[in-house]
């Protein structure tokens, strides 16, 4: 019965794991396709802005500016990288700890209830054929005993008298030969 109720809770963690880290996971490769999405979209717009940048190189302010912003998206996608990767870390991390569950579950629906409990039932049966045999073995030997004791009795009685029965055949032969 423990077996069955470990079994259950064991498909209930699984079933709420799987539940909880799936969301989690799915909501977090959405995250990285948005971002990388992003990152595309900021690189297509650093490469805009780059062009823009060399035909309105005439004027020096123009220039500094844009530079200015050039440096800044710069930063920006590389902390989005950043954060990227970081999210990606954090993926293979929770990806881990799933592949672990799952191992964890796999041994543990190793112990298959219905198969454990024949095998306890079988056991039972042979323990209780054995204890029978066994009885009825003791019962042999208690029996076997008893008849030897017996018998030992019949033997010690049967030596006894046989001193006696000795003496009175040679006084019957004695007197046969008397009378004789």
Do not use: C, W
């Amino acid at each position: 019965m423990l077996t069955a109720k470990n079994l259950e809770r064991v498909m209930e963690l699984e079933e709420k794991l799987r539940s909880e880290y799936q969301s989690q996971l799915d909501a977090k490769s959405a995250a990285i396709e948005g971002l990388e999405k992003k990152l595309e979209e900021q690189r297509g717009v650093i490469e805009k802005q780059l062009e823009q940048i060399t035909i309105l190189s005439a004027g020096a302010s123009d220039n500094k500016r844009i530079e200015q912003l050039n440096r800044e998206l710069t930063h920006r996608s590389e902390r989005l990288e950043e954060e990227v990767a970081s999210q990606k870390k954090r993926l293979k991390s929770l990806q881990k700890d799933l592949a672990e569950e799952r191992a964890l579950i796999k041994e543990l629906k190793r112990f298959d209830a219905v198969a454990l409990k024949k095998n306890l039932d079988a056991s039972k049966k042979k323990l209780v054929e054995k204890s029978a045999a066994a009885d009825l073995l003791q019962k042999s030997l208690n029996k076997s005993r008893a008849e030897n004791t017996e018998l030992q009795q019949k033997l010690k009685e049967l030596e006894e008298k046989l001193p006696q029965s000795e003496e009175a055949e040679e006084a019957e032969t004695e007197t046969e030969a008397a009378a004789a």
